[in-house]
């Protein structure tokens, strides 16, 4: 019985051993399911987006880590879209739809010159005179042109042709002095060569004197011949004018030879040298090439233009060049490209006048972009040499790449217009913004304006000590506006005001003054758009080049364009936008 007793205990103890091991995993963090797969109890957050970002839906560039107002408008914030598909801030995708339709095109980076180049280099230019075969026909003496022989430009001259016929009161006193001293050559010798001498510097030929001597009358009308063969390229004269001696009566230019005139940009230069041969086209004789050498490189660059001006003389012996005439001009391009640089085509670049751009595609499997910014050495053809921002093995679009940027834009990505980097871009306030301004508040901002006014002025003469005075001004009005009543939105801008007009006051660096400026007119413009106590007309004008070419507003009396944030350097640079009356 004893027994039996230590053996059920021993069983026991067993039993409840064999469960504490069979049943014990069932706390910890794995389990199976029912297909006999392990299920971990620990949650995997890989999946997961990363860290939500809140936009503004009336402005949205604007990004930020956490909810609040945009400081844009003062609106609240929403969650952004959630990058569920894994795209980065900056990252671009799109369908395959749009891919088709836009006839996206990418090719990879590498080392190798783009196949089919032919290494030109294209310019374009158009056909001038030759300044070189020029000449200016000019009377020799004083008088009236009572005869001219030149009727209109383009006339054709032989040298030796009769130009005009001019009455010289000075060369008729000139020729009775000769008759005089003709008389006394004998007894007064020098003074008769003198005479003589005198006639000749009025161009006077040997055969022309001795008629005069020889028939002892005074001519009252003197022929004026053309020294040079050419087209009238210019009349400068009329029949019955006066003319001084040295003054220009007509130009006359030979046109055997024009020069062919390109521009080149600055990527070109180095591969321009005098001497080149160039072969000129153009649509005027589609099926002829015609062979040159560049005889004259501009030594100063066009800083508007960003070219320099590229000469080739050519002969025209048959007339086929005229003055005008637009021509194509190609060069072979030297190549400096070394093993390890890179080549790209150029339809694969986008150019802000500051910046180049491609758009790369991030990953090999998937539609989807990211624009990046990279440096280029010298064109050679239709390819270019990368210096830096690219790596050999690299997917880039070579065609639509306009719109992908288009799409970017609309997304608030990265752009072409939109170098962000993900982070916020001041806007142009919007002019549709509906706002409720209380009549108080109405009355007191129109006080404002005053002020405002003269410190726009003192922009616009470039006066940093007298921007600093009425912005000081303008702020102390501005705190005497009656502020309650109004929504987050208006204190928002009402704030912004504040702070840019405290900003320009402490700060004595024009510059500076002006970048300021740019925020403060956005949400004074706002604002004075929703005022409906307006006692007159008011412009809103905008020049597109300020703001670093991204645009800046301002408030205007008058409907002429004074620019206060170039001044006198581009006064007239903006047009208005918008009237408020």
């Not at 050519?314 to 490209?337: A, C, H, Q, W, Y």
Request: aromatic fraction near 6%; proline fraction near 4%.
């Amino acid at each position: 019985m004893n027994k039996n007793i230590l053996y059920v205990g021993i069983a026991a103890v067993v039993g409840l051993l064999a469960g504490y091991l069979i049943f014990s995993g069932t706390s910890e963090t794995s389990m199976v399911n029912k297909n006999g797969s392990e299920m971990s109890g620990e949650h995997d957050h890989s999946g997961e987006s990363g860290e939500q970002l809140w936009t503004c839906s009336m402005h949205p560039q604007i990004m930020r880590p956490e909810p609040g107002d945009c400081p844009i408008c003062g609106m609240d914030l929403i969650p952004a879209e959630s990058g569920g598909e894994g795209l980065a801030i900056n990252e671009i995708k799109m369908t395959e739809n749009a891919i088709a339709l836009a006839n996206i095109k990418t090719t990879l980076v590498g080392n190798e010159m783009i196949a089919g180049d032919d290494g030109m280099l294209t310019l374009s230019g158009k056909i001038s005179m030759n300044e070189e075969n020029n000449a200016i026909q000019a009377s020799y003496f004083d008088g009236r042109i009572e005869q001219l022989n030149v009727n209109y430009e383009g006339q054709e001259v032989k040298e030796g042709q009769l130009l005009a016929t001019i009455y010289a009161p000075n060369l008729v006193a000139a020729q009775q002095e000769l008759l005089s001293a003709a008389s006394l050559k004998d007894s007064q010798p020098s003074l008769y060569r003198a005479v003589r001498n005198k006639l000749k510097l009025w161009k006077l030929s040997e055969s022309q004197i001795n008629s005069i001597e020889e028939s002892g009358k005074v001519r009252e009308n003197f022929p004026i011949y053309a020294t040079v063969s050419g087209t009238v390229s210019e009349k400068m004269a009329a029949e019955g004018e006066y003319v001084k001696q040295g003054q220009p009566i007509v130009k006359v230019s030979n046109l055997n030879s024009v020069w062919a005139e390109f521009d080149a940009y600055e990527n070109q230069i180095a591969q321009l040298q005098k001497g080149r041969e160039i072969k000129v086209f153009t649509n005027a004789y589609p099926n002829k090439e015609f062979k040159a050498k560049i005889s004259f490189i501009d030594p100063v660059l066009n800083t508007r233009t960003r070219t320099v001006k590229l000469r080739a003389t050519i002969r025209n012996t048959e007339g086929l060049f005229k003055p005008g005439m637009f021509v194509r001009g190609k060069i072979r391009g030297e190549s400096d490209s070394s093993p390890e640089q890179l080549n790209i085509p150029a339809s694969a670049v986008m150019w802000t006048g500051e910046r180049s751009l491609v758009y790369v595609k991030t990953k090999p499997d998937k539609p989807i972009f990211e624009m990046r910014e990279i440096t280029l050495g010298n064109q050679n053809g239709n390819t270019f040499t990368v210096v830096s921002g690219l790596e050999n093995g690299e997917e880039i679009v070579v065609n639509g790449t306009f719109t992908i940027d288009a799409a970017a834009q609309l997304q608030g990505k990265k752009s072409m217009m939109n170098n962000n980097n993900g982070k916020e871009k001041e806007m142009m306030p919007s002019m549709n913004m509906d706002m409720r301004l209380p009549e108080g508040f109405q009355k007191g901002f129109v006080k404002v304006l005053d002020p405002y006014l003269m410190m726009k002025d003192a922009f616009i003469a470039g006066d940093a000590g007298e921007v600093s005075t009425y912005a000081k001004a303008t702020l102390a009005e501005i705190q005497s506006v009656p502020k309650s009543g109004l929504g987050k939105m208006e204190t928002s801008h009402f704030s912004q005001i504040s702070e840019m007009l405290q900003a320009i006051a402490d700060n004595d660096n024009l510059e500076d003054q002006r970048s300021h400026f740019v925020i403060l007119n956005e949400n004074i413009v706002a604002i004075v758009m929703n005022i409906e106590a307006i006692d007159s007309t008011w412009f809103v004008q905008k020049c597109p080049m300020a703001n670093s070419n991204k645009g800046a507003v301002w408030l205007s009396k008058e409907k002429e364009i004074r620019n206060p944030y170039y001044g006198e350097q581009m006064s007239t640079c903006g047009s208005v936008i918008q009237v408020i009356q």
